[in-house]
């Protein structure tokens, strides 16, 4: 076993493992693990590797993984005892697959391919890790649920360099994901270098203010004194590329188009549709040297990039421009399209033809499918799993990475316990309940989800410390829910194996969140509560949920869900005041007089975002459902806060009713609640 590795590991961990339960943990949990009784392996100064390939070039890759995952150990051409063996078996697994035999003198994995050893070598060292150098006689058969299984990274909002990049990579390799997708390109900043058009890196690239929070819209040269920002090089990118080539991650680049391009629209405002810079994000689509532009752009970025997939971005074009733009208004004329969805569409068809003429294929947001989908595009699906679905439907293949599960840029806990995010929360087992294809779906819709993805967007994120701080641990369960079969999940068996994992990256000096402090929800939202009026008929009395936040809809306030620290987590009922004097007003039938001693409800305030608690709340009852008498108004007076906060708005007393009537009030702000408990 490596010397300068192994032993470092045992020093920091020894204390804190449970041999037992340690011995066959492994992140992503693999498909098959039989633990015959038998002599366990035991690693020592003189363990060797053995490489047994179909030809050379294949041992000369082999070996190269064999260091990375082993750093300066020997490969040896002979068996001897005491051995890890690699062995290829072309055509006897399927891609990515292996299997592993642990027995006393030797540790075999066999696979039909380099990743596939890769992977089992990456258990290997998982199990070493786990066991002090002493691992179980055992027998894993293992092998992907997804063939993608991807991290995205946003390198715009905040770049990182490229040691950032590569350690990332190396912890993806672990986990067996094999796709880093690098958003390079966002109205904050341009990070690829293209020899045609220097500006993009010359200029598109910087900006006065460190941080995206302290930019302020505009663009600076680079040689400017107090100029933040920064791109990748060509010879960069390549090294990056091979780095994770290395390790069997393929390296996809987006460019966004035709929206997002407020910085290249800075540096060739030609290429909008009025000409004027810091005026638009979306490219004109009716000039043609915005095709001519993009393309040069996609030579260069295919000649750096061996990928397959190039992403094209394609999400939130505003398309407001395009409507009122002479030359767009004629392409759309002569293309015979309707309206500016079908002008998205068009231009998506044509930069896929343009990707697919030079042998590659077109990977983008789900807005892609506005207007219609291209012939050969593959949807990335992020503003829920219904987009990639219906892709999936109708023959295209999907990857999944809805907000709800796989955004790694929302609060990981309690929100005031977190450093910055962009909103939202997303525990850990959140992101493990995913399932990207559930058997709900049909067989032909399952084969065509390829895989999910984490996305890590980086406005509130500004250093490398943050950036791994959102990463890990919620990357262990991504790598999870895309490596191991859904029969196979228990959350509570993976949080045990993640917290060893973590720990380990933390030791390694990864800026991990430390799961063990983890506080979770909201103790509300932990089980249903138990009250009279559960299950009961709600009306909303000439008041409307907002659309954008209907919860379980009519159901929400007698369903017994409470909410948790987020406004969005489907559990809260929005409602919008207005102008108007009524916003939340709501009955709730009994069905039959009752004897109640409590009514009451949970209100969420967060005022960044206009999310206020009410006003004013009236409770009132009824027997006939017409004539209502006051039980009690609350009124407050509220203070502005940034912080998450809850509060009781209720009425105790004894009351025999019917109907029970709920009004909260709070003009040109939002209300929202969860549940209307009654006792
Ligand atoms: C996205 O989050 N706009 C893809």
Redesign the pocket.
């Known amino acids: 076993m490596n010397r300068s590795v192994i032993p470092a590991l045992f020093v920091v961990l020894i204390t804190a493992l449970p041999l037992c339960a340690a011995e066959t943990a492994v992140v992503p949990r693999p498909a098959s693990v039989e633990t015959p009784d038998g002599k366990a392996f035991e690693f020592n100064d003189n363990t060797s590797l053995r490489i047994i390939a179909p030809d050379d070039s294949m041992s000369a890759t082999l070996a190269d993984c064999v260091s990375s995952v082993f750093p300066g150990h020997e490969i040896s051409g002979k068996r001897s005892k005491n051995q890890i063996e690699l062995r290829v078996n072309l055509g006897e697994y399927t891609p990515e697959a292996y299997d592993l035999t642990v027995g006393k003198d030797r540790i075999l994995i066999e696979a039909s391919d380099g990743a596939g050893l890769f992977y089992g070598l990456q258990t290997v060292r998982q199990l070493a890790d786990n066991g002090f150098g002493r691992i179980p006689n055992m027998q894993i058969s293992d092998a992907p649920r997804f063939p993608y299984r991807g991290v995205m990274i946003d390198v715009s909002r905040n770049f990182r360099d490229k040691n950032f990049i590569k350690k990332q990579i190396d912890a993806m390799s672990r986990l067996k994901l094999n796709r880093l997708h690098l958003h390079l390109t966002d109205g904050a900043g341009w990070r690829i270098q293209i020899d045609k058009y220097p500006r993009l890196t010359e200029y598109a690239a910087w900006r006065q203010g460190e941080t995206w929070k302290q930019w302020n819209g505009r663009y600076c040269e680079r040689t400017d004194s107090g100029a933040h920002g920064g791109f990748y090089t060509k010879e960069d990118l390549r090294d990056i590329i091979k780095y994770a080539a290395d390790r069997f991650i393929t390296v996809i680049p987006e460019i966004e188009m035709p929206a997002h391009s407020e910085e290249v629209l800075a540096a060739y405002p030609e290429l909008s549709c009025t000409g004027e810079p810091f005026k638009h994000s979306d490219f004109c689509i009716g000039n043609e040297k915005t095709f001519e532009f993009l393309q040069d752009i996609i030579d260069e970025v295919i000649e750096i990039f061996p990928s397959e997939y190039i992403h094209i971005g394609g ?2 074009a505003s398309k407001q421009a395009w409507k009122s733009c002479p030359k767009c208004q004629k392409r759309m004329i002569d293309e015979g399209l309707e309206d500016v969805d079908g002008l998205q569409s068009y231009f998506v068809h044509r930069i896929e033809q343009y990707l697919n003429s030079k042998g590659r294929a077109l990977i983008g ?1 789900d807005e892609i499918m506005e207007g219609g989908l291209a012939p050969n595009a593959t949807v990335l699906s ?1 503003r829920g799993p219904q987009h990639g679905i219906r892709a999936a439907e109708s023959g295209h293949n999907a990857v999944m990475a809805p ?1 709800r599960f796989c ?1 790694f840029d929302g609060y990981q806990d309690v929100p005031h316990t977190q450093p910055e995010a962009i909103g939202g929360y997303l525990p850990i087992s959140l992101v493990y309940s995913f399932d990207p294809a559930p058997d709900s779906l049909s067989v032909e819709t399952r084969n065509n989800i390829k895989g999910v993805e984490a ?1 890590m ?1 980086t406005e509130y994120i500004a250093t490398d410390e943050h950036a791994e701080y959102m990463l890990y641990p919620r990357m262990l369960a991504l790598a999870e829910v895309a490596w191991t079969p859904q029969a196979l999940r228990d959350y509570d068996d993976f949080r045990e194996r993640a917290l060893m994992f973590n720990d380990r990256l933390i030791s390694e000096g990864y800026h991990a969140f430390d799961l063990h402090k983890e506080i979770g929800n909201r103790k509300e939202a932990l089980a249903p509560v138990d009250h009279l009026a559960r299950g009961k008929r709600v009306i909303y009395n000439d008041c409307e949920w907002s659309w954008k936040y209907p919860a379980a809809g009519a159901s929400t306030f007698t369903d017994g869900l409470r909410g948790g620290w987020i406004y969005t987590d489907g559990r809260w009922q929005g409602f919008y005041n207005g102008d108007t004097d009524r916003a939340l007003d709501v009955t709730v039938d009994m069905d039959e007089p009752t004897d109640i001693t409590y009514v009451g409800a949970d209100f969420i305030q967060l005022c960044p975002p206009n999310v206020w608690f009410p006003e004013k709340v009236i409770i009132s009852y009824s027997n006939d459902g017409e004539n209502f008498t006051t039980l009690t108004t609350i009124t407050t007076n509220l203070l502005r806060d940034n912080k998450v906060a809850f509060r009781n708005f209720s009425w105790a007393g004894n009351v025999r009713a019917r109907y029970i009537r709920y009004q909260a009030y709070n003009r040109w702000r939002f209300v929202f609640t969860d549940e209307i408990v009654i006792r």
């Open positions: 999400d939130e947001w992020w907000g955004y996305t967007f």
